[in-house]
């Protein structure tokens, strides 16, 4: 297949509409479809001419002779192969000749055939999974991914979409459809022993009892430095007949008792723990096996979710977040953009260098080819019924652009080999004559 032909075969767009041809590609199709076909038709009117000339000759001698059955059979072969190209695409002179305007005449049958040759020769299970398996297509989609020059790329494209997609949420028919949606999906949802797992796996964790002591020692430390304020707490909800120095000892037990136990939470081996973690293993029970801790739990969710304040308020917090990701994405040096750019070469990097990452990716992608497979028979009735719905002259026009200058050729071929052939007739002819 010639290079140029080659370049031209992405032009046979499934588009009925002439102008589908890019102009700058079509123009250079058409002209070089003229060219070729100025060469088939010269040449074949230089072997009539030369078969007309002979017959001026006087006394044709051999050379003459010869010179006109060469340019008679070419002109034979030349008109042959005319016929045979100009018969794919229309009737010859216009004339209905059987079997001629191929291609028109048999469009419900190209298509039913391409589609069957498509489901059954490239839409196969054996043929898609041996083809994503040799590209390697986790490994060069990471490789692209964590190319400096793509995060840019990404990251103004999703900057340039999520303006539209703010606006688009704020429609107060689509919130009103999510939060009917979601609100009821909530509402039914059993969320207590959600909680209850959440806890066991905090629990769980080494992590988690750093954590609770830290926050310990923070309530520790926020108890001594307000020891007075607790003092003026005790001090007005005393009687009136109560001593000072009785209310400051009171508010001294109350703040040394609480940081007592404190302390003693802080232990990990301490019976106040002990019975600390106990109490929450009973609570993580409730949660899970319990129905009526479960009941009172989704019953406290259903109020929150209900509650007229709690909707103002979530409003309230779309607004201004939506508001601040508007004004931060009309920014030059937008954050949300820079966090794209930036999430994009570290998912990039990450999955480069995560073998068992790529092989997930490489799984997913093949069981999804696997998917689409089973819808080759669909996909072969629709290429089937995509080239039934062309315009036969628009499709007849395409595939003469595409391959009808290569075509020109064997116009060329014809006369030049029936020219041989005459001659080489002619020369038997007289040696055995």
């Known amino acids: 297949m010639s290079p140029d032909r080659s370049r031209s075969l992405d032009t046979l767009a499934p588009s009925p509409q002439p102008g589908a041809f890019p102009a700058i590609a079509e123009d250079g199709l058409r002209r070089r479809l003229r060219r070729n076909r100025t060469l088939a038709t010269s040449l074949l009117v230089a072997m009539g001419a030369v078969f007309l000339g002979t017959h001026f000759v006087a006394d044709p001698g051999f050379g003459v002779r010869l010179l006109r059955a060469t340019a008679e059979a070419g002109i034979v072969g030349g008109l042959a192969d005319w016929f045979a190209v100009t018969a794919l695409f229309r009737h010859p002179l216009g004339l209905p000749i059987p079997h001629t305007a191929i291609i028109p005449g048999s469009q419900e049958r190209i298509g039913q055939t391409l589609g069957r040759f498509l489901e ?4 196969t299970e054996e043929v898609l999974l041996r083809k994503l398996r040799s590209a390697n297509v986790a490994g060069r989609f990471a490789t692209w991914l964590a190319a400096p020059a793509t995060a840019p790329v990404l990251a103004e494209a999703v900057a340039s979409a999520l303006p539209h997609v703010i606006r688009t949420l704020d429609n107060k028919d689509l919130q009103e459809f999510a939060r009917r949606s979601l609100g009821e999906q909530v509402r039914q949802a059993d969320i207590a022993p959600v909680i209850g797992r959440a806890i066991r796996i905090m629990t769980a964790s080494g992590e988690t009892d750093v954590l609770f002591e830290r926050a310990l020692g923070v309530a520790s430390e926020w108890l001594e430095e307000n020891r007075e ?19 400051r000892k009171i508010a001294e037990a109350i703040v040394t008792g609480v940081a007592d136990l404190l302390s003693k939470l802080r232990e990990p081996d301490s019976e106040v723990r002990l019975k600390f973690r106990e109490a929450l293993a009973r609570l993580i029970d409730d949660l899970i096996d319990s129905p009526e801790q479960r009941e009172q739990i989704n019953a406290f969710k259903n109020r929150i979710l209900e509650h007229p304040e709690v909707h103002a308020w979530v409003a309230v917090v779309w607004r201004k977040t939506s508001r ?17 750019e930036r999430l994009c070469l570290l998912v990039g990097r990450a999955l480069a260098t995560d073998e068992a990452m790529l092989k997930h990716i490489d799984s997913f992608i093949e069981k999804l080819a696997v998917y689409l497979v089973s819808w080759r028979h669909e996909i072969g009735a629709f290429v089937a019924e995509v080239v039934r719905s062309w315009d036969s002259h628009t499709l007849v026009d ?10 020109q050729y064997i116009r060329m071929n014809g006369t030049v080999v029936g020219a041989f052939a005459g001659c080489l007739i002619f020369l038997v002819s007289q040696l055995f004559g």
Request: cysteine-free.
């Open 398 to 407: 395409r595939l003469e652009l595409v391959v009808g200058s290569d075509l």
């Open 120 to 123: 059954r020769h490239f839409l």
């Open 229 to 247: 304020q607790i003092f003026q707490l005790v001090r007005e909800r005393s009687r009136w007949w109560i001593p000072r120095t009785i209310d």
């Open 324 to 340: 601040a990701m508007l004004e931060d994405l009309s920014q030059p040096a937008s954050k949300a953009r820079i966090a794209v």
